[in-house]
């Protein structure tokens, strides 16, 4: 009996440690796994390092430029005889752009022919330009803005006319060859009839003999015997300020001169200021008006009243060089005065240039 209860004693006592031991394993901590507050530090704070992603895409194509023509491989049109009037002094051939939907990288064989007036008191100039067909599908810009389809020189264009009054032609023309080729003229001082015949003319060269003529230096404006005139009187009661003047023998520079006559006013009446603009006559250009002649030079009159009163223009063409006279004057007197307008020697224009008035001149 003693030794059953020894033994019930100590199964007992095993079971007691057993529980205990359970317990200190399942009961929770009071001093770890409780969340604390803490205070941030001020000392440099470590983030995280994202982990870098590699990602494979596939090669951007890179768009080549379409195989193009040399521009000097091209039998390009050009007239079978030397257009009238005028010196051939450009002649290039060239790639151009050829600007598609989404890039500018095609370009254009293109050849180019521009003349220019043979004679200084005649404003002329011919332009003929070539471009190959496009290869991006984009329709060439067109400078015709009121074109009207026609025929010249044997070829359905599309032309407009800007003439002037008096006549200076200006005319534009675009077609297409049947190769596709466009070709864009500009031609001033040309009449139709005159134009026509250098359309009809254009035939193409081969590449070697392109353009066919001799490329020649272009006619310098220069001020010389044909180029100075100015007003070789003042009227009565009129004096002279010189605004700008060129030296004899300077080129390509103008107005060759700007001179203003000016009658001082009274009490009973306002003075009068005529200025006058003197440029090469290959730069004339000319407001509409009444035709009215110059000492046998036609000419465009044209007189307005407004407000400030009667204001007056003169526009014409004499010897190398265009005239210019405008004034608080009526059409009559600026007649008057534009008459007076001639040749001057090189020992007056050189005495002009002495008394150049920087400060353009007011009427009292």
């Known amino acids: ?71 000097e491989s091209i039998n390009w049109l050009a007239p079978s005889m030397p257009p009238p009037g005028v010196l ?53 810009l067109s400078d015709i803005t009121n074109g009207q389809e026609t025929i010249l020189g044997n070829r359905n264009v599309v032309a407009e006319d800007y003439s ?20 864009r003229v500009r031609a001033i001082g040309y009449s139709w009839p005159e134009l026509d015949a ?8 081969p590449a070697s003999q392109w353009p066919g003529h001799e490329v020649q230096d272009r006619l310098g404006r220069c001020v010389d015997a044909n180029s100075r005139y100015g007003p070789t009187v003042v009227p009565d009661g009129w004096t002279h300020f010189v605004l700008q003047i060129q030296p004899t023998g300077s080129c390509e ?8 006559l000016v009658q001082p006013g009274t009490d009973l009446a306002p003075g009068k200021l005529v200025t006058i603009v003197v440029t090469p006559a290959t730069e004339a250009s000319y407001a509409s008006g009444e035709i009215v002649s110059i000492n046998g030079n036609k000419a465009t009159m ?32 600026l007649q008057q005065i534009a008459s007076t307008i001639g040749p001057i020697d090189d020992a007056q224009w050189a005495q002009l240039g002495a008394t150049t008035n920087l400060s353009p001149p007011t009427t009292p």
């Open 1 to 71: 009996m003693k030794s059953a209860a020894r033994v019930l004693m100590l199964l007992l006592a095993l079971s007691a440690c057993g529980d205990s031991k359970r317990e200190a394993e399942t009961a929770p901590s009071s001093t770890s796994h409780q969340p604390t507050a803490r205070a941030p530090s001020t000392a440099s704070t470590q983030t995280a390092t994202p982990a870098r992603v590699t990602q494979i895409t596939e090669p951007v194509a890179v768009e080549s430029p379409p195989t193009t023509a040399s521009p």
């Open 88 to 140: 051939l002094i450009e002649a290039v051939r060239q790639l151009v752009g050829d600007c598609g939907p989404a890039s500018c990288v095609a370009t254009l064989p293109s050849a180019s022919l521009l003349y220019d007036t043979d004679d200084l008191a005649h404003r002329r100039s011919l332009s003929i330009v070539q471009t190959a067909p496009s290869v991006t599908g984009i329709a060439p």
């Open 164 to 183: 002037r009054t008096p006549p200076i032609p200006t005319i534009l023309a675009e077609w297409r060859e049947p190769n596709g080729t466009t070709v």
């Open 198 to 205: 250098v359309v009809t003319g254009l035939t193409p060269l």
């Open 253 to 260: 520079t103008w107005p060759f001169l700007a001179i203003s």
């Open 302 to 333: 044209s007189e307005t009243v407004g407000p400030q009163g009667i204001t007056s223009q003169i526009d014409f063409t004499i010897a190398a060089v265009a005239i210019n006279a405008h004034g608080n004057v009526d059409a009559n007197t």
